[in-house]
């Protein structure tokens, strides 16, 4: 079965610092894999998603990028970290666009 | 342009009234899939049903119905008899071919009372 991990859980770093957050799937290949963002009471925004090694595409420009090094890793990551950078991050798979994505359990951040 | 909307921001009931959560859909795609999600306090997204739109049988999970009707672009979520542990923001989306992505409604938090 697939499973998909997201880490750290929670994150509390300080305006300025620099971020990297981590996503794993195990038990598929070449998944799609998407990174979300939820401001608190907020719906979800999509801010990446990959369809291979290397593929990244850019929903929203910002201060946030991210790479796919290997075909089941994903990972977030920012220079400057941001107060309006604070929200709960959700990464995501599937096998293809329109089949059903599979989120992890999510990293909350909090910038101070 | 796809968009879903879920009109609804929050339903309050009381333990083991029915509730009935709205979606809205527009997509000029004659192939597309509509999902609903649950998102309990704990964060994590759970996801409920798929349905392709050439689909529009209901499905009935337990006490969890939904109601397609591309009619009116709808896809409706009805929980019966409603429980505590059905507290949770619920969301509808809608993955379209040709688009790497769903597009999510806003949600709607519901909260059941004892």
């Known amino acids: 079965s697939q499973t998909i991990h997201q880490w750290p859980a929670t994150l509390v770093q300080p305006v300025g610092s620099p971020l990297s957050l981590e996503c794993t799937v195990e038990?598929?290949?070449?998944?799609?894999l998407y990174w979300y963002r939820q401001a608190a009471g907020r719906g979800l925004q999509l801010l990446f998603y990959s369809v291979g090694i290397g593929q990244i595409s850019s929903e929203v420009p910002q201060n946030l990028s991210a790479s796919r090094p290997q075909d089941r890793q994903f990972i977030l990551s920012s220079k400057k970290l941001l107060l309006s950078d604070s929200g709960f991050y959700l990464c995501?798979?599937?096998?293809?666009?329109?089949?059903?994505?599979?989120f992890g359990p999510g990293t909350r951040l909090t910038v101070l | 342009a796809q968009k879903v909307t879920q009109a609804q921001t929050e339903i309050s009931v009381v333990e083991k009234e029915d509730v009935t959560l709205d979606c809205v859909y527009e997509t000029r795609d004659t192939t597309y899939y509509l999902f609903w999600y649950k998102q309990p306090p704990s964060g994590e997204l759970v996801f409920l049903i798929r349905r392709n739109s050439f689909d529009e049988q209901n499905e009935i999970s337990g006490r969890y119905s939904w109601n397609f009707q591309k009619s009116t672009s709808s896809f409706n979520f009805t929980i019966t008899a409603s429980q505590v542990v059905d507290s949770a923001v619920y969301f509808c989306?809608?993955?379209?071919?040709?688009?790497?992505?769903?597009?999510f409604g806003s949600g709607t938090k519901l909260n059941v009372k004892p």
């Open positions: 989306a809608l993955g379209v071919y040709n688009f790497n992505k769903f597009y």
């Open positions: 995501a798979w599937s096998y293809g666009s329109t089949d059903t994505q599979y």
């Open positions: 038990g598929t290949s070449n998944p799609n």
